[in-house]
């Protein structure tokens, strides 16, 4: 006996819109883990991201019927999540957010470098204890990035998610996804290199 | 400028700000054509600040792929469906 083949994203979307109870579990049951991931790259916090996976359901159960079935469900839901996190973020203090371009490399007027601009402290990764305190750091270092850097990081380094999904969700090509993420990158390993220079210094001064 | 050994010494055809701003991650992710992937190697062999930049570019992308999504919380899934059922019920 084979089993039940799993009904696709749109047989769903039409379950739910013809008001099938179990259409939409189903839906919840595949997405609640990738819209919670989600909302909390945006909010850091899991009360937080627990509320706005909800209100990301809440807005999917109310609002399926304005989807248009030509375009891929996993975008329009994906969305409506990052729109649930960001409202919930606006209702907190804001975080200051960094200005990217001054953490990207300087170079000479004709484009190239002198000495190497930071310590090579790549070593540190092939140590455990070492990288999963680097990894933590690197967290909050994308916690720090402008919105349309962070998610893109976020989505693509963290959530795994494939380049051209988030390029679709966030309604941005692939080559401003490419630069986006690719700075945030550039940002992340310069201020990683500023707490493994601060490191070293301690070690020698201790 | 006298040049040091530890100082970039390829042509000016791919600066080190081409390679590492627009370049890099191309290079990295495998999409670079061949024929640019041996201009970017021939800068790297002639530029000591480019190698090390790559070596903390590449332990940058290591460090990044510890992290991992956040614990899901139990019942979650329980949860949103209690949530959207009772305001169903409210806005009945």
């Known amino acids: 006996m084979s089993a039940e083949p799993e009904p696709s994203d749109l047989e769903l979307v039409r379950g739910i819109k013809a008001g099938d109870d179990q259409a939409f579990e189903q839906m919840v049951d595949r997405y609640h883990s990738r819209v919670y991931s989600l909302a909390y790259g945006v909010l850091r916090n899991s009360e937080d991201a ?39 973020a606006r209702r907190r203090p804001a975080i200051p957010t960094v200005a990217i371009e001054e953490y990207l490399p300087k170079f000479r007027s004709d484009g190239h470098m002198l000495a190497p601009d930071v310590r090579d402290w790549s070593v540190a990764v092939e140590d455990e204890v070492a990288a999963r305190e680097l990894a933590a750091r690197a967290e909050g270092f994308i916690a720090e990035l402008p ?22 969700t966030l309604e941005i090509s692939i080559p401003a996804f490419k630069s986006r993420l690719h700075r945030a990158r550039l940002y992340v390993r310069q201020r990683l290199s500023e707490v493994t220079r601060g490191a070293a210094q301690e070690k020698v001064a201790g | 400028m006298k040049k040091n050994d530890s100082d970039c010494h390829a042509p000016d055809d791919v600066t080190c700000q081409k390679l ?23 800068h790297i062999d ?6 090390e930049f790559l070596k903390t570019y590449q332990a940058t992308g290591k460090t990044l792929k510890m992290l991992k999504p ?13 949530f959207v059922r009772a305001r169903c019920e409210k806005e009945k």
Request: overall charge negative.
């Open chain 1, 147 to 168: 919105p349309a850097y962070r998610d893109v990081i976020w989505m693509y380094d963290v959530e795994e998610m494939p380049a051209d999904q988030i390029a679709e």
């Open chain 1, 50 to 88: 627990e509320e706005a996976t909800q209100d990301a359901f809440w807005t999917l159960y109310r609002k399926i019927g304005t989807f248009d079935e030509s375009r891929k469900f996993f975008s329009w839901f994906y969305r409506v999540a990052l729109n649930a996190a960001y409202s919930r």
């Open chain 2, 46 to 51: 002639m530029c000591p600040p480019c190698v």
């Open chain 2, 20 to 42: 590492i701003l627009d370049q890099l991650l191309a290079y990295e992710d495998g999409s670079m054509p061949e024929s640019a992937r041996q201009d970017f190697r021939r």
């Open chain 2, 70 to 82: 956040r614990q899901i919380p139990v019942d979650l899934a329980k949860a949103v469906l209690s």
